[in-house]
Structures are given as structure tokens and as C-alpha cells.
């Protein structure tokens, strides 16, 4: 075997080499969903990325799998991830302590239009934890406020215990420069909010959809149906941005699992606009 | 490149079989590791070759969907066979692959590469392989990223190919325009004369180093006669195709029909074994295992070729994207015939008939795509 010690930047080039990284804290977000943040070994002092992409995460013997970027673009000296806890890495990965080291490799794929989107009202539209690869593009357009119109988030959970980021939510409501707007499939007698799809949000949200760029981020016939429901309010499937998720084994388009019609999600996602993949969504088993 | 051009539009050269066996040592002497066709559990495998003996001199074969049958009958022919169930692609995409090794001490990690791989001289690839080695080249080395470990194997690889004297009962070369004759992608291109007491390989030179092991050789310039024998042999090859595939607007037809009844009909014979995949000489997909020792210092990431047509292959939180067998049918069969085209310029298919061999229900691309095309739902 070649040895090769990571402590430096690495001079070769190879995309399946993980980059050793150390947990500096993992938090609790829900029952079922944490963040970890990670600073890097080697000495890179930063981990620049853009707003929608995201990494593969290497748990130790255990396995690899891509999470999107859920830190702000503005600080990437900290490389922040929010997950369910649904599978075997995931579930590992939740019970790593501060200083354990774990792999990342990205970032990767392609990103939130958040250059485009200035001049116009954004709205993004998350659903369950499809809200943390859109907090990056937030904190970014946030960060530049004044560079934007309208900013509306329309959120979409199972149930109140289910809302991701509440402080934070909570937090951005009390602005008076962006309005949230959230809804739960499955109240409890605590809930005064929203119950329903967050589609049923889109009709009355305030943005002027002849000016605006949607971010829509949550389970994939969740996103067809937003899409459907925007375009239906004026938007342009243009200017309608989705999300997708596949299998991915390598993030670098040579597993081959991440295929989406003609796409690798990993090189020609995972944002796409709507109006790209608008005939591939409404199709069975792509 | 202006001296390989020099070469490709010399006259071709002459090698007569007796100075077969130089070829090899000449190869040998360079330090390659050869590999060339052998017969093995009645197939003709690529494995290790050392001298012009462990050939499958006259070894035939025939071929039909779901059927191999290796027969003797071939005369002197070392290369008298078609397309065998492996392709190069174990060579320089192997099935199972380290990619790294993870040793834990105090609490970190060193991360530790693979070695290198050894330089290997492949003897005898057919010209729908060359392009399917082409192929291959578009997916891991002229993408937006380079896989470093077909990177090495491919950089050093020594090629003889071999054009086809006869054409398999399941070829379609001449349908993906991949043969019967190489035309590019070697360092030499033989074409096997056998006629009467006459026995020689005309040799067309592809590279420098082609040119290089051929002054070791014993040659000569090949003469008129012998240049229109072996173009008469390859005409005949293209005249004998066991299968044709009409490609004209087939991308389109193809993307036009992922609700064509004909998605049904296949499934309801497809076993979704994955046979096709895995001796397609294009097929590129993998896997990863992550294998801990059981003291767990010690992790190693191992790739692996992967199926299409497994349930595991698309599956995400909640299931599996392709559940049904008609979908996973349609996705391997649109990739290799429409998709491919959009991702790496061309179709992810050369025409060399394995997956019809090898599908154990005789499964045939050519036939389903004709049965597409005529928007019949039923078999022929």
C-alpha cells in the first residue's frame, strides 16, 4: 500500500479520497433529526461551497452517504450537515461525539440560483427536512437582503414535533422582511397553525409570481406538486428550482446510480430547474 | 500524432504465424503482463497468456440468445471465436476494486491508496471492444472528474487488436459502426489469413509503440494480394452479422416510448438476474462495500460492479425508485440506447451481442427495439 498521511493538502487527485474531518458538536434538531458540524483535520482553514450542494460523509467502517449543506455559505471555516436519522450511517453518524474523526468528500453538484434570483421575490418551499439544504441559500440571501424583493418560506411538516429549526424559525418571523408561513398533515390540540399540504400555502403567499424565483426542497411528489401549483400561480417552470435526491455511491457520475432521465443528479444536480425535468418528474419509476 | 498518422497511412505489414510467439516475448520484454484469450470451462476467457499455446487454436463458436457453445473445427485459427462472455473491461474496470484503506491509531485516521496496478498488454480485442474501451474512457477519464484507478490501468495499456473473420450469431457490429475492422484506439491491428498452407496476420500500426514491438519482428510490407485477402475476410465478416439494430432516430424512439406496452411484454420474461450488465463491455456501474476487520482499526472502502437491475440500485429512504422489473428493463435499455447518447456522445452499445448470449431467457436488445419501433406490444 501507498501510504499517505492527510495532515496536509493532498497532491493527488483522486475524487474518491475522503478529506478527515472532526465533529466539533452534533445537535439534537428533533426526535429524529440532528446537525453536525465539522471542522476540517488537514488545515484547511475554510470549505468553501455554494448554497444547494452538498457532501458525502464518511462514517468509519460504516459507510458513506451525500447530505446537502445546511451551514451558511458565510462561514465555512464550520461544515454544517442536518440529517434524519433513517439508515444505518445516519444513525451512527448521530451518535459520534465532539472530536470523532469522520470523512467528507465535495462539495459537490450544482447549486441554489441565488445570483439569478436578484431583483425578484424568492420563495422557497420546504418540506420536512428538505428545509436544511434550503437554509444555506436563506442565510445567503439574507446576508444580502437588500439585493432581493419579497422573501416568503413556505414549510411544510408531518406534525409540529416535526418542524426543523424552530428557534430559528421563530427568530426570522419576528423580521419584518420575510414572512414563513408553515403548515403541519397532523395537528395536535397545541397546533393553532396551518394543517394541510403545503401546496394549499401557495395560492395566497405574497409574492408577485410574474417576478419571482421558487427554491422548493422536500419529498419528491411533495416538489411536483409545488411545481404545479406555482407555475398554475404564474411563476415560470424557469424560474421554479427543485431539489432531487437518488442513490449515490460515488457523487463523481461514475456509480451510476444517481441517474434521472438523461442526468447524473450528482454533476447535473442536484438543483435543477423545474422546466429541465418537468416531463421526467410526472413519469413512473425514472 | 504525426508519427502515428505516418504509421495508420503506411502500407500494412506483414507477420507470419510461426513469428506469432515473437509478438508476445517482443511484449513481454517490455515488461507487460499479457493477457489474451484461453479456453476455460468450455469458454473462451481472457486471462494470462504466455506463449501462442495457451491460444484457442481452432476454437469456434456459436452463438444464439441464451446459447454459447465453444467447438472445435477452426483449423489453425488462433483467433476463429467471437465476442466471449468477458469483456476488457475486467481489466481495466475490475469487478472488485480497493479503493482505500483506513487505519485507526490514537483516535485518527491515515487514509491509505491503492497500489499501482501492473502494465498489461491486452492481445486480441475485437473492434466493438475497442470502442467499448473508448466508451469506458468518456465515463472515467473525459468527465467532469477522472477515476485515478482506471486512469492507471488505462494509461499503460499495450493494444492488439484483432479484426473479425467471422461474424457471431448475436454480432451487430455493423449496425453500431464498431466493426468488423478497428479503426482506431490500438497500437496493432491484426486481421488472420488462413488460406491453404498460407498462415499470417496482415499488421496495420497504430502508434509509436506499435511500431517499436513490430522492428523487433521479423515483417514485411504486405503485398496487394495479401492487403485485398484480408479485406475480402472482413467484407464477408460484415456481410454475416447474426443481428441487426436500425439506429436511425432510435434516441428519440426510445424517449418517445417509456409508456410503450412493450415495457410489459419484456418484464413478463426478464428474471432481472443482471447477466447483461455484467458482461456488457460498457456497462460502468458500481457499488461500494465498506468492510471493517474485527478489531476495527481497520476500514477499507472496496467498489464493486453494481446492477441496474438490482432493487438495491435505486433505493433511497422509503424504497426503491425502480420497484417494478418492466422499469429497471426500460431504464438499462434506454440508457444504452438514448439516455448514453445525451451523457457521452454516443450509445452505450457496440453491437457485440453478450447480452443476448448471455441473457439466460434470450432476452435480445435488437429484437425489443425493433418490437418498439414497430409499436407492437407483441413478442416475435
Redesign the interface.
Known sequence: MVEQLLTQPRTTTDPMLPNLFRIHRVLKESYDTFTVELVSLEGYQTFPFAPGQFNMLYVFGVGEIPISISGDPLHPETLVHTTRAVGTVTKAMRELKPGDVIGVRGPFGSAWPVKEARGADVVFVAGGIGLAPLRSSLYHILSQREKYGKIVLLYGCRSPEDILFRKELEKWRARFDLEIFVTVDYANSRWHGNVGVVTKLIPKAPFDPLNTVAMVCGPEVMMRFTAIELVKRGVNPENVYLSMERNMKCAVGFCGHCQFGPTFICKNGPVYPYSQIQSWLSMWEV | MALQSFFRDSPPLVLEQQHFQALLDALRARGYRLIGPTVQDDAVVYDDVESVDDFPTGWMDTQSGGTYRLESGGGETLFGYTASPQSWKRYLHPPVLE????L?TN??????????PPRLAFIGVRPCELHAIAIQDK??LH???????YQARRDNVFIVAVNCGQAGGTCFCVSMNTGPKAAAGFDLALTEVVDGDLHYFLVEVGSERGADVMRDLPHRPAGEGEIEAADAILTNTAASMGRELDTNGLKELLYRS??SPRWDEVAARCLTCGNCTQVCPTC?????E?V?DLT?SE?T?V?KW?S?FTMD??????GS????AK?RYR?WMT?KL??WV??FGSFGCVGCGRCITWCPVGIDITEEAQAIRDGSGAAK
Open positions: 479503493l482505500w484503506k483506513a485507526r483516535g485518527t485516521y491515515r487514509v491509505a491508496s491503492a497500489d499501482p465515463v472515467f468527465s467532469e472528474f477522472v477515476d485515478p484507478h417509456y409508456e460502468f456501474c458500481t457499488t461500494i465498506d471493517t476495527g476500514a472502502r467498489r453494481d441496474c440500485f435505486s433505493y433511497i429512504h422509503g425508485i425502480r420497484y417494478s422499469s431504464q440508457h438514448a439516455t445525451d451523457q
